[in-house]
């Protein structure tokens, strides 16, 4: 975004979601990656959720502004810690990614409050799920960093309907609102090595989701 060279060119992979390659240039990323550090290491790291039904998952996730683990949110950690505080920074990068995605940002603008950051070593993966845990309707905003992955993107009735394949490489956008809000999506592989090492990630992939969570504390 800060050091782009072309104009960047939204794609609409379904109505509502908007891909938008390389919008976060090398010195973002690498802003967005040392922050990312930052938000582990003071909320005491990241951490691998255990599925209700059995089984770990395999990216590790910190969540800020609201606690989130499979499925549900919640203002304190198990240990009864507040939830790390959401960052305003992650608010005015969602509200400039909905302009670059949609070309404009609605009125009222959403209120995001919690962002999950989510770590693949090069093994891990994501299975086809909905986004469905808030209870606002806004956008989606993902951000993506170190090596790319295939994001998979499917409808919004069944998990194993008609799909698209999008490559996400580090310094992409996707936003997914609208008629594809509950859209599933997943990540079936990463794509190890392809990283640009001026990003400050050297191996693996990180990836931001901010959400609005509707949800409201006491
Ligand atoms: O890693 C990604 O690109 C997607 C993450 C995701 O779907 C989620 O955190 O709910
Ligand atoms: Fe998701």
Redesign the pocket.
């Known amino acids: 975004m800060d050091d782009a060279l072309f104009p960047l060119s939204p794609v609409e992979v379904a109505p509502g979601a908007v891909h938008v390659p390389g919008w976060l240039g090398p010195r973002a990323q690498r802003a967005l990656v040392s922050r990312c550090r930052e938000w582990a290491r003071r909320s005491g790291g990241m951490r691998r959720h255990r599925m209700p039904r059995g089984g770990t998952m395999s990216?590790a996730m910190l969540s800020l502004g609201w606690y989130w683990r499979p499925y549900s949110y919640s203002a304190t950690l198990p240990d009864g810690r507040p939830a790390a505080p959401f960052p305003p920074l992650l608010k005015r990068l969602a509200l400039r990614a909905l302009a670059a995605a949609y070309g404009e940002v609605p009125d009222p603008a959403p209120d995001y409050d919690v962002a999950?950051v989510?770590f693949?070593d090069t093994d891990a993966t994501?299975g086809m799920?909905q986004?469905r845990d808030e209870r606002d309707d806004a956008p989606v905003v993902?951000l993506?960093l170190g090596d790319a992955?295939v994001?998979r993107f499917g409808g919004t009735a069944t998990r194993s309907g008609p799909r698209t394949d999008v490559e996400?490489r580090g310094g992409d956008l996707?936003v997914f609102g609208g008629p594809s809000r509950l859209a599933y999506?997943?990540?079936p592989r990463t794509l190890r090595g392809t990283a640009d090492p001026a990003a400050g990630l050297r191996s693996g992939?990180l990836?931001i989701?901010i959400r609005a969570s509707g949800l409201r504390r006491g």
């Open positions: 990216v999950l989510n693949y994501m799920h986004d993902s993506s992955c994001f996400l996707f999506h997943g990540v992939r990836n989701t």
